[in-house]
């Protein structure tokens, strides 16, 4: 055994021939004379050979040379000394450096007790810490008294729970949150219910000096354009599965919309969605400012990563949490004393975004008879419902016009209106905090029934399709707040219906023409938005309904307006002239709509209803497949680089004019929009279905530069499920130096079955046809900003003759991908690629 002076053991009844101690382990001390002074004593006369080591936590409590050997002489036995040990270079740098530091001396075999080093520079001294709102905030990287939340998202505003499958319930608390100019605080109570944060959480951190595009390309993160290089062994910013130690494919950036570098703050996206029910580690290093020097590290994480002592309980009371981080980043090779700043998150389970929505989902169908919603049969009776009105040959290919109104099963609970299902409207939620019903609401519908269905001997039998996929059925989604009478009669719905398709659709409720006043309130009071996410859901469950409604054979071919009689002299006339007329059993009137026990609906969403229809597709029984038009997901990535949020943004940013937490409010609410849009269902949505769920393929048709629908976010949800890309995805000379289809593995045979993603590019910016016009447009922006140039191909896919091919073969019994563009990519908006 070592003596606490470190003394050489002696044998039975002898003195012990080598003692050692350090006499002075400061800092200063060190640095100022350049060695460490030591006490030696020999039990015999003649040399001892001495040095000094150290070890730190990154060294994994190895020693290592601090000093050079040192060869004191010794006249006579039992003599103590005084060495001066002289300080490597690199034993210079290592006291230098702030790290907690054990040094050992070594003298001939003895070695003294291990000691800890005594920081003493000002840079290595405890800091003075602002303590006042630790009780709600993480102090690591707090920088300004304004902002709490920041490192966000953070275990640190979670607690146990072993009642949830990620072991984890939020806690947020009220002087945590953002609050708006009206000083109204954002209510904490609707996240408290979340045993995580979101998979696809943005996330958002205040680092002054790394707040500018200078210090952004000193510190060269990886990035949109090049986001293989996630993996890079000196990558400074990374996030990593705290299990595994795998890194998640990730881009940074800043802050562009920002008014300052004061004000912008770093951000963190995830390329793929994270897994659920995660714990991951936000690892922040060797971070730069504009000069390229390094950043030092915030006092608050100093804390914990230098282990600088303190007498606050609520500084030590993390110690141990810390400490468990940074040994997950040595085992993954992170040093310790590099850091700028780690925490850790853990993301919510697929249970926590989706058990709402699918006990209203089987709640409602168990209603109508219908249990059993994975076996793919039409079960029960069917909805409710109503025809108020049919126009006929409202256009050219269109013989039909249709609206009128459908049950549904109400969930939410609204404190005023009379209609329980009104904008403005909660989840009506039971004491196990699922969805309750409270009556029910009558929902809209809008259908059209083309010629090539009501009257195919209108049709150019070359444009007519063959009779077996007359009659299929596609819920539409519409557009950003619109609704279906604005969209349904629109030229893309003609010319898909025209492949014999009878097309209907329903208010996307939540997000509707009748919530704009209700999701504009809600931006200028976050508290208000679960009046958004929860209606979202509603919205959800009245497509499903009115899916079944199209195929069941008890639903709307039940009623004359879809029916049609060929024996008229128009077939697009209503038999009998009273569309809500019941059809008698047996009739011979033919149906619009194919219908039966085995049938299957399909999908078609554009814009909001491509972005909503992600969600649908991952809840849906009664589709297996779904066309997104220009569509992604996570709206709180969406927002800011979308051209729309001038018009959003004019509600959003006046009411909270902190810059700095802007991001953290778009980022918070998304835990609760997760239940109602495709960011929380992402993992679920094709082949890994949710209880009671058949499997899905969905298909992105997408317009490259899309001005109002990011790109970058379609592309991440193109990865999150699955999807491969109908290669090539755009022309070579298009965005040369941009990895633009990383992760995305492209489509080698066809038909594919699977899921997809296809870009149809109206090429560069070029003069128009009429003075002064501009064609095309430049690639989306690699900020979080939206494009600003050249014109919008959003609407461009829907139109075109190609995309229109490949989703009627899509939307198929026997439906697959198809690549009507080869060998080249899909063009659109009359550019023909060089």
């Known amino acids: 055994m070592l003596l606490a002076s470190g003394v050489e053991p002696a044998a039975a009844g002898t003195k012990p021939k080598v003692a050692v101690e350090i006499v002075d382990a400061g800092q200063n001390p060190m640095l100022n004379r350049g060695v460490l002074k030591v006490k030696v004593r020999s039990a015999r006369k003649g040399k001892v050979r001495v040095r000094a080591l150290s070890s730190t936590f990154d060294g994994k409590g190895v020693m290592k040379p601090l000093t050079d050997v040192a060869w004191p002489y010794f006249k006579r036995a039992g003599q103590w000394r005084t060495v001066n040990l002289r300080l490597t270079s690199t034993g210079r740098i290592q006291v230098a450096s702030c790290?907690?530091?054990?040094?050992?001396?070594?003298?001939?075999?003895?070695?003294?007790?291990?000691?800890?080093?005594?920081?003493?520079?000002a840079d290595c001294r405890a800091p003075a810490l602002d303590l006042s709102r630790a009780a709600t905030c993480n102090f690591i990287a707090a920088q300004d008294p304004s902002i709490c939340m920041s490192p966000f998202p953070d275990n640190y505003y979670t607690l146990a729970d072993s009642t949830t499958e990620t072991g984890r319930r939020i806690n947020f608390t009220s002087g945590a949150m953002p609050e708006n100019a009206s000083g109204s605080v954002i209510n904490p109570s609707p996240y408290l219910a979340s045993d995580g944060f979101s998979q696809g959480q943005t996330i958002s951190v205040r680092v002054p000096g790394l707040d500018n595009p200078a210090a952004l390309?000193?510190?060269?993160?990886?990035?949109?354009?090049?986001?293989?290089?996630?993996l890079d062994p000196s990558a400074p910013v990374m996030v990593l599965d705290a299990r595994t130690r795998e890194r998640q494919p990730i881009w940074v950036?800043?802050?562009?919309?920002?008014?300052?570098?004061?004000?912008?703050?770093?951000?963190?996206?995830?390329?793929?969605n994270f897994d659920p029910a995660t714990r991951y580690i936000v690892v922040l290093r060797n971070l730069k400012d504009a000069s390229g020097n390094l950043l030092k590290a915030p006092d608050g994480f100093r804390y914990y990563r230098d282990f600088l002592r303190s007498t606050n309980s609520r500084v030590n009371g993390r110690r141990s949490f810390y400490e468990d981080i940074f040994k997950r980043l040595r085992a993954a090779g992170i040093r310790r004393s590099n850091l700028y700043l780690a925490w850790d998150f853990t993301t919510a389970s697929d249970e926590n975004n989706s058990s709402r929505a699918l006990s209203m989902r089987d709640q409602a169908f168990a209603a109508l008879g219908d249990t059993d919603l994975a076996d793919r049969k039409v079960q029960g009776t069917a909805p409710e419902f109503k025809v108020d009105s049919v126009q006929v040959n409202p256009s050219s290919t269109v013989a039909r016009r249709i609206a009128g109104t459908f049950e549904v099963p109400c969930f939410l609970d609204h404190p005023t209106s009379s209609s329980e299902c009104a904008s403005g409207a909660t989840l009506n939620l039971g004491p196990e905090g699922l969805p309750q019903q409270n009556g029910t609401y009558e929902a809209n519908f809008e259908c059209i029934v083309p010629n090539s269905i009501a009257d195919p001997d209108s049709v150019d039998p070359e444009l007519l399709p063959e009779e077996s996929l007359r009659g299929r059925a596609i819920v539409y989604g519409h557009g950003l707040m619109g609704s279906i009478g604005g969209e349904i009669h629109a030229e893309s719905q003609r010319r898909t219906a025209a492949k014999g398709f009878t097309i209907c659709g329903t208010d996307e409720i939540g997000m509707s023409t009748g919530d704009i006043v209700t999701v504009t309130g809600a931006l200028m009071d976050l508290s208000n938005f679960p009046k958004v996410a929860d209606r979202l859901?509603?919205?959800?469950?009245?497509?499903?309904?009115?899916?079944?409604?199209?195929?069941h054979p008890d639903g709307l071919v039940s009623k004359a307006a879809f029916r049609v009689d060929p024996d008229l002299p128009e077939p697009a006339d209503v038999p009998g002239g009273d569309g809500d007329a019941a059809v008698p059993e047996g009739s011979d009137l033919e149906p619009v709509l194919e219908t039966g026990e085995d049938v299957r609906g399909w999908y078609r969403g554009i814009s909001q209803g491509g972005i909503m229809g992600g969600a649908l597709m991952a809840l849906a029984p009664d589709f297996d497949r779904?066309?997104?038009?220009?569509?992604?997901?996570?709206?709180?990535?969406?927002?800011?680089?979308?051209?729309?949020?001038?018009?959003?943004?004019?509600?959003?940013?006046?009411?909270?004019?902190?810059?700095?937490?802007?991001p953290l409010a778009l980022s918070l609410i998304q835990m609760l929009w997760d239940r109602g849009e495709p960011n929380g269902y992402a993992h679920r949505m094709t082949a890994n279905p949710l209880p009671g769920t058949p499997p899905h393929d969905v298909l992105f048709d997408t317009a490259f530069g899309d001005h109002l629908v990011t790109n970058w976010q379609t592309n991440v949800q193109a990865r999150t499920v699955g999807a491969k890309a109908v290669a090539p995805l755009i022309t070579n000379s298009r965005w040369p130096g941009v990895d633009w289809a990383w992760g995305i593995e492209p489509i080698t045979t066809y038909p594919y079955s699977g899921s997809a993603v296809a870009y149809w590019d109206s090429g560069p910016l070029r003069p128009g046809v009429e003075p002064e016009?501009?064609?095309?447009?430049?690639?989306?922006?690699?900020t979080n900003t939206p494009p600003l140039t050249g014109e919008d191909p959003h609407e461009h896919p829907r139109v075109t003759d190609t995309a229109v091919e490949m989703i009627d073969r899509f939307l198929r019994t026997d439906g697959a991908v198809t690549n009507p563009c080869a060998p080249g990519p899909c063009l659109a908006g009359g550019w023909t690629a060089p």
């Open 537 to 551: 859901q509603q919205g959800l469950l009245n497509e499903m309904y009115l899916g079944r409604l199209m195929i």
């Open 253 to 272: 950036e800043i802050d562009s919309n920002a008014s300052s570098p004061a004000q912008t703050n770093l951000l963190i996206r995830p390329m793929v």
């Open 773 to 782: 016009s501009t064609l095309g447009t430049d690639p989306p922006p690699i």
């Open 626 to 662: 779904g066309a997104l038009g220009v569509g992604a997901m996570n709206y709180s990535v969406l927002l800011t680089r979308s051209g729309s949020w001038g018009t959003y943004g004019a509600f959003f940013n006046p009411a909270y004019p902190n810059q700095l937490e802007r």
């Open 217 to 230: 390309a000193q510190t060269n993160p990886v990035g949109l354009v090049d986001p293989s290089r996630y």
């Open 99 to 121: 790290q907690d530091r054990d040094i050992q001396v070594k003298a001939g075999n003895v070695k003294s007790r291990r000691k800890a080093m005594l920081r003493q520079t």
